[in-house]
């Protein structure tokens, strides 16, 4: 596995790094799929903020967390990244019984120039779509730890998109034509 380091306002020393090598190698025991992995450290204000975002052939797993400790921090991640393997595992098994099937990936781009006018988008992402159910697209979200995800429903053949609710259930977003 391919473990890439990025430190933003902070050194991460030696022993540190040897450290977060050791036990994010023995991620391959929970999934053996998983290419490379990238570590961000970010200090700002005292506290150290650890993003792990792992690519297991094309899924990408991601967990971040925020600790007065950089170490303390990664076992936070890391512990919620395993979580995360844990249960996709499990979606895997699931899905194999009933014989559905299909990988998905991403890629970023950063932002193009805007005008100064316009509304300030920071961060543009360009998603792959593969058509999938929204349950397994809701598994997805809960995998790259975000609020919503994009997806072809596999069943209409249109863009649709799924989101967390506050009272910690699910919605679906389908166009209307």
Same mark, same amino acid.
Do not use: M, W
């Given at each position: 596995m391919d473990i890439r380091f990025v430190q933003r306002n902070t050194e991460i020393d030696g022993k540190l790094r040897e450290y977060m090598e050791k036990k994010i190698s023995k991620m391959e025991k929970f999934f053996r799929k998983i290419l490379n992995?990238?570590?961000? &450290?970010?200090?700002? !204000?005292?506290? #150290?903020?650890?993003?792990?975002?792992?690519?297991?052939?094309? &899924?990408?797993? /991601?967990?971040?967390?925020?600790?007065?400790?950089?170490?303390?921090? #990664?076992?936070?991640?890391? !512990?919620?990244?395993?979580? /995360?393997?844990?249960?996709?595992?499990?979606?895997? !098994?699931? /899905?194999?019984?009933? *014989?559905? *099937?299909?990988? #998905?990936?991403?890629?970023?781009?950063?932002?193009?120039? &805007?005008? &100064?006018?316009?509304?300030?988008?920071? !961060?543009v992402k360009k998603v792959e779509v593969h058509p999938m159910d929204p349950v397994e697209a809701a598994m997805q979200m809960e995998l790259v730890g975000h609020e919503f995800f994009m997806f072809q429903n596999a069943a209409t053949g249109e863009i649709n998109v799924v989101y967390k609710r506050k009272e910690n259930s699910y919605g679906l977003l389908e166009p209307v034509r």
């Open positions: 992995c990238q570590i961000v &450290v970010t200090e700002h !204000k005292g506290s #150290f903020n650890v993003e792990t975002t792992a690519n297991a052939n094309g &899924v990408i797993l /991601r967990a971040e967390e925020n600790a007065k400790e950089p170490r303390q921090a #990664f076992d936070q991640a890391l !512990k919620n990244l395993e979580r /995360r393997i844990k249960k996709y595992n499990s979606y895997l !098994k699931d /899905r194999a019984q009933l *014989g559905a *099937g299909e990988d #998905f990936s991403f890629s970023l781009d950063e932002a193009p120039e &805007v005008d &100064v006018n316009a509304p300030a988008i920071d !961060k």
